[in-house]
């Protein structure tokens, strides 16, 4: 996806994000982050837009070594807090719009560009918790495009999953495929004591230990910990999706 996709999408998602938080009001438990409810999911969100726009306006090459309070400074009361996320989401959306392509600066996921990566890292978070939000309000899910949910899986899968500091290993080695079957996009993810590698493949017929197929907008949640795997087919040692599941966790940064 091209950066000016990522920045359409970053808008679209927060403003859903906004509408589904205030249908659910600011003490709504929020079923898939349990220590949450409404109130401190749109403080995390508005204030890791916040954060990372101080990344993109300010073209700043150094880590920012602060948390969300030190970010935000005064959280907003309960009666101002979706016109606060909403202005947060808008500013950010606005920087990267105004950052030039070969924009330097910090970041901490392999991209094209310190632009591409926030571009994309911020319309994936936006993307997620716009889930979490309409899960509290129970409303009916809006469904993710194909290209848009194969792309984020992408970025889990490539970007994060390999990261050191990822808490998936195996004693003994497993091999996880990961296929669209609405889209041309499947993955192959090696899992040992040492970390993860993985590679994008042609398709899924490779002798992997568990297979994984569903559609973009299925396997985007379930992967990301948003919806169980129901929806998907899985072939092989179920132990390895459900160690995956069980132990991928993404944190803010």
């Known amino acids: 996806m091209e950066v000016a996709a990522h920045i359409a999408a970053l808008r679209d998602e927060g403003r859903l994000m906004a509408d589904a938080a205030e249908n659910a009001g600011p003490d709504a438990p929020v079923p898939t982050c349990p220590e949450w409810v409404v109130r401190d999911l749109v403080r995390h969100l508005g204030g890791v837009h916040r954060w990372a726009t101080g990344y993109v306006a300010g073209a700043r090459a150094e880590v920012w070594d602060v948390d969300l309070d030190e970010v935000v400074g005064t959280w907003p009361d309960d009666d101002d807090l979706i016109g606060w ?37 911020q319309a994936h978070e936006t993307a997620i918790h716009r889930v979490d939000a309409e899960l509290a309000a129970g409303v009916h899910l809006r469904r993710f495009g194909t290209a848009f949910a194969a792309d984020g899986i992408g970025e889990l899968l490539e970007c994060f999953v390999p990261r050191r500091s990822t808490k998936l290993r195996a004693k003994d080695p497993a091999s996880l495929a990961v296929g669209c079957t609405d889209e041309d996009a499947a993955w192959l993810l090696q ?49 390895v999706l459900g160690l995956f599941l069980d132990t991928v966790q993404v944190r803010w940064s």
């Open 85 to 121: 996320f909403r202005q947060g989401s808008e500013a950010l959306a606005g920087a990267l719009e105004a950052a030039p392509p070969d924009l330097e600066c910090w970041t901490f996921l392999r991209a094209p560009s310190p632009l591409a990566m926030w571009a994309r890292r």
């Open 191 to 239: 899992i040992g004591a040492e970390g993860v590698t993985t590679d994008p493949i042609p398709s899924l017929r490779v002798g992997a230990d568990c297979m994984v197929r569903g559609s973009a907008a299925d396997l985007y949640l379930a992967l990301w910990n948003r919806a169980g795997a129901e929806p998907l087919v899985v072939e092989g040692d179920t132990d």
